[in-house]
């Protein structure tokens, strides 16, 4: 501390320039700013005094001022830097990283449920000698709907069903994966025995049943001398390769504009024994409906460049949600897509 008595102002930078040097942080150096350099400061006691002298004391103490404003200044900025870098350094060595320890288990990934019921749906069509095939989610009209002989008039076509892009270019977000039916079958020859994985879309409001984009996988096989026997004996394996061997299928007859005949296909419950008890999976029927199948329509295969009095072929698809909600038993179909870490640790 200063005397009140006015100093000498060399002695004063010798006691400034020792005040600064001994600051350890930078709450300790900026009292020393402030008891040297601050408006009620020492310097500014001094600066009080050049009323009292003639012109030649006050050019000579105004000189020493700046001066000593310009040593002391310099001092504490060069105290600041190497405090600073001294606490940096510091801070460095506590938060340093050993990098030899070991890193903390990350748990693994793993797929989506949808992703796995999709691989395993596919995996069981190539292995009975299926191709994958893939399209456009993006179409035409002419490949959603006219070659597969979805009139221009029919229900499906209705914006209240199907969401467009441009309705006057008749462009759609695809409502089945079968426009790449009618693409496989123009580009190649028969025969034809492909499998249609991919997302589709519907303009359906979110229930627990219900969502306007969810996944199918499509099937098709064009050949001579297909038969519904085929088509069944084809669902039968896939049914009991994704179910289990002990699982039946059984078709009953349905409409959809792209086959003829057409079926509904359900499987044996395997939550129930079957025989009636009460089961909220098949309501006590003892069978879940999984798909829609049916032999392709011999105006699909003419407007596909194939002769129906030459080939024939069944077509087959399979909502992924709806098996994956079977199979793991699954109410709400919305727990598929909120990614609930908490639901989706379950699979």
């Known amino acids: 501390h200063v005397d009140n008595a006015v100093p000498d102002i060399d002695d004063l930078r010798d006691v400034a320039l020792a005040a600064i040097a001994a600051a350890e942080d930078l709450d300790a150096l900026e009292q020393a700013r402030v008891t040297f350099l601050g408006r009620k400061g020492e310097l500014a006691a001094i600066q009080k005094t050049m009323g009292s002298l003639d012109d030649a004391g006050r050019r000579e103490l105004g000189a020493k001022i700046n001066a000593f404003k310009d040593e002391v200044g310099a001092a504490l900025a060069d105290r600041q830097a190497a405090l600073e870098d001294a606490a940096l350094a510091a801070r460095f ?43 456009p989610e993006v179409e035409s009209g002419v490949f959603n709907f006219d070659l597969l002989n979805i009139d221009a008039d029919h229900p499906a076509r209705q914006e209240m069903d199907t969401i467009y892009i441009s309705a006057d270019d008749d462009i759609v977000l695809r409502t089945h994966t079968s426009p790449v039916q009618a693409r496989v079958m123009l580009s190649q020859p028969v025969p034809i025995a492909v499998c249609v994985p991919g997302r589709v879309y519907r303009n359906d409001t979110v229930d627990a049943t219900h969502s306007p984009v969810f996944t199918q996988v499509e099937g098709l096989v064009v050949d001579r001398g297909i038969t519904m026997a085929d088509l069944r004996g084809t669902l039968l394996a896939f049914a009991q390769g994704l179910f289990g061997p002990d699982v039946d299928v059984r078709l009953r007859p349905s409409m959809f504009p792209f086959t003829e005949p057409s079926a509904e296909v359900d499987v044996s419950c395997t939550f129930c024994a079957g025989d009636g008890s009460a089961c909220r999976v098949c309501k006590g029927t003892g069978w879940i409906e999984i798909l829609g199948a049916g032999m392709v329509d011999p105006n699909v295969l003419e407007f596909c460049g194939h002769d129906p009095d030459e080939v024939s072929g069944f077509a087959f698809g399979i909502g992924v949600e709806r098996v994956a909600m079977l199979r793991h038993d699954i109410a709400d179909i919305r727990h598929l897509f909120e990614d609930d870490v908490r639901f989706l640790h379950a699979f």
């Open 93 to 135: 060595e506590a938060e340093r990283l050993d990098l030899s320890l070991p890193p903390r288990r990350v748990p693994p990934g793993r797929p989506h449920i949808l992703t796995q019921v999709l691989h395993e749906i596919v995996d069981v069509f190539v292995g009975m000698g299926y191709r994958v095939a893939e399209g």
